[in-house]
């Protein structure tokens, strides 16, 4: 079954807002990792945060980890154009190997 | 900076035929992954290796193996392609099985379609 899902599927937003993706998922964790896919692209490293952090920033980035509710949330400050891509959470559960979630497709419009 | 280097980046096959993807890892990592992505789907773990070893397997196929060969490298075989088979393949790389965290730096992908 799905390790993680991601809500919303897809956001529509105007530059300059801001953007905020959640992705839960279900079984302990070591890590979840936030990854950025242009259409049909390769998969861009954003973010990872440790089951023991509640939060990171990076850049225009934040990204909160709620291991109690088993959910975290990405959020983009100040989003641009160049923004619009498809955003996975993936999740490292104890093994060696990255679940990802089915992805919000994030559409910024000039 | 080095990255993951995948080949081809693109492979058009016919049904029943192989495939041969390869992958490069970052230099000193000797962890590998791969991944299968299908049209519109989010990536799904296919299996890894660590020091040459399989460390973990997912939802691969009995048509496909993988093995890490002593320089790191690892190759993705198909066999008797199907239509279903077209997807975009990723390759990871990470300087050590990632279980405690560590982060995979994905390569840009084999996108394979199968006529």
């Known amino acids: 079954s799905q390790q993680g899902e991601e809500d919303p599927q897809a956001l529509s937003i105007q530059e300059g807002e801001n953007a905020t993706m959640n992705c839960s998922y279900k079984?302990?964790?070591?890590?979840l990792q936030w990854y950025r896919q242009n259409s049909g692209r390769g998969l861009v490293h954003l973010i990872l945060?440790?089951?023991?952090?509640r939060e990171k920033h990076s850049g225009r980035l934040r990204v909160t980890l709620d291991t109690s509710k088993k959910s975290s949330s990405l959020l983009i400050t100040a989003s641009r154009a160049a923004d619009t891509a498809s955003y996975f959470c993936?999740?490292?559960?104890?093994?060696?190997?990255?679940?990802f979630g089915t992805g919000t497709r994030l559409q910024v419009f000039p | 900076a080095a990255g993951v280097i995948q080949s081809p980046r693109h492979l058009i096959k016919e049904k029943r035929e192989t495939a041969t993807l390869k992958c490069y890892p970052i230099p000193r990592h000797d962890t590998v992954y791969w991944y299968q992505q299908g049209p519109g789907q989010d990536p799904q773990f296919l299996i890894s290796?660590?020091?040459?070893?399989?460390?973990d397997k997912g939802s691969i196929p009995d048509r496909f193996s993988a093995q890490q060969f002593s320089d790191y490298h690892s190759e993705l075989n198909m066999s008797s392609l199907e239509l279903g088979d077209s997807a975009l393949y990723f390759c990871?790389?990470?300087?050590?099985?990632?279980?405690?965290?560590?982060?995979?730096?994905f390569g840009p992908g084999t996108r394979l379609t199968v006529l």
């Open positions: 990871a790389s990470s300087p050590q099985a990632t279980s405690g965290g560590d982060e995979q730096f």
């Open positions: 945060i440790r089951s023991n952090e």
């Open positions: 290796f660590y020091e040459k070893m399989q460390s």
């Open positions: 079984t302990s964790i070591n890590n």
């Open positions: 993936a999740t490292d559960p104890n093994t060696d190997k990255l679940i």
